[in-house]
């Protein structure tokens, strides 16, 4: 029974290992548009790397509770959980903002030659990934909050860019993901958030009281309402949502907590 939820773990782990053969194995194209500029096409298998990133989400959620389940919480789980997410929700994001900075570099005039220089900023999210897991694990203080963005939730943003490209109905929302300084910023902004000390909330009902599950509940209503309007983007709308409401009602406990 105690091996259970490192087995959960591991199933983590391997489907971030199907993400990053599904992001490398995806059958890049050769196109030409009209005036026969060349340019690369990746065709939508990759959005399979965007699905295997979920399922590690899920299976990530459910480690831990089936730890607490069968009460086999131990230090070997703790760091089985963070090396596996390293890889289902760093190394395997970081590649496909790699594809898509490829796809945005490609539709320029001689994109195709492009140093690979350009591309490695796609990495500092594995990088920060790493950081953020390993400073997590020394610190006690992040039991009922964060302090940085969980690396899941970074994940999962950049997991929803495929499916919002190929499957998404909103063209200038896709147009802005072959933007390559609109990818160089979100790389930024997302690595940034996850090695930061930004005080965010947990996303996990842990507690029956009303006032404490607000935020919760304020996230689900949001997600819930922005499913028909915004389609595969409501994880990008979620994710905005979750940093406003981390940071009012964050301040808001600091406030109530120093009067």
């Keep these: 029974m105690k091996q259970i939820p490192n087995i959960f773990t591991l199933l983590n782990l391997l489907f971030g290992c199907l993400a990053i053969v ?31 990133i979920v399922f590690a989400a899920v299976v990530d959620f459910l480690d831990g509770f089936v ?34 900075l490829r796809m945005s570099f490609s539709r320029e005039e001689d994109g195709m030659n492009i140093s690979v220089l350009f591309l490695l900023p796609a990495f ?12 997590f694990n020394i610190d006690d203080s ?33 147009l802005l993901l072959l933007n390559k300084w609109v990818l160089y910023a979100v790389i930024i902004l997302v ?7 930004i005080p965010l909330i947990a996303l996990k009902f842990k507690s029956k009281n009303i006032k404490a599950l607000l935020p919760l509940i304020i996230l ?25 409401v981390s940071l009012l009602f964050k301040q808001r406990d600091e406030l109530q907590r120093h009067s």
């Design 142 to 174: 992040q039991k009922f909050g964060f302090r940085g963005l969980p690396t899941p939730a970074a994940g999962l943003l950049i997991a929803s860019f495929p499916l919002i490209y190929w499957n998404g109905s909103n063209n200038y929302l896709a």
């Design 22 to 52: 599904s992001v490398l194995q995806n059958g890049i194209i050769i196109l030409y548009d009209n005036d026969m500029n060349q340019y690369v096409d990746i065709p939508e298998k990759i959005t399979y790397a965007s699905l295997f």
């Design 67 to 100: 730890a607490r389940l069968f009460k086999a919480t131990s230090e070997l789980g703790k760091q089985l959980d963070s090396l596996a997410d390293v890889v289902s929700f760093g190394v395997a994001p970081a590649l496909i903002m790699y594809q898509f």
């Design 124 to 135: 500092l999210i594995a990088l920060c990934a790493a950081y953020r897991l390993g400073k």
């Design 220 to 244: 689900v209503l949001i997600t819930l309402v922005s499913i028909p309007i915004f389609q595969w983007a409501t994880v990008i709308v979620t994710f905005v949502a979750y940093i406003l």
């Design 191 to 197: 690595s940034w958030l996850m090695i930061s000390s």
